[in-house]
């Protein structure tokens, strides 16, 4: 299984705060409920290197109708409908969910 993470940790708490996602910061698990609490940590020096995104969180990665995304279909963006179903294409990444910036982790590769 693919392992996905983030370095900004603004961004995670984005993602925590907005879809649910559940990540792992050392010791520190950021969610919903804790990203205030991850926020102030951060304000009081608390450094981390690499946020990684819990296995409970990965089927959030995958492409919804009616996301924005960018894959190998055309080169650009492209808001994905029901006649894109199965989705065949090459995801590269989701930008948008649900009228909000979506962002997208990077991946380590095996």
Do not use: C
């Amino acid at each position: 299984m693919a392992r996905y993470f983030y370095k900004d940790p603004i961004a995670a708490a984005w993602m925590a705060k907005h879809f649910r996602m559940k990540l792992l910061a050392g010791k520190f698990t950021l969610q919903a409920e804790s990203v205030d609490t991850f926020l102030r940590l951060l304000a009081e020096g608390m450094e981390i290197d690499t946020i990684v995104v819990q296995k409970e969180s990965i089927p959030l990665l995958d492409p919804k109708v009616g996301d924005m995304v960018e894959d190998d279909g055309r080169g650009k963006l492209r808001i994905l409908t029901e006649q894109h179903f199965p989705y065949t294409a090459n995801l590269k990444q989701i930008v948008q969910r649900n009228g909000r910036a979506f962002i997208f982790p990077s991946q380590l590769k095996d």
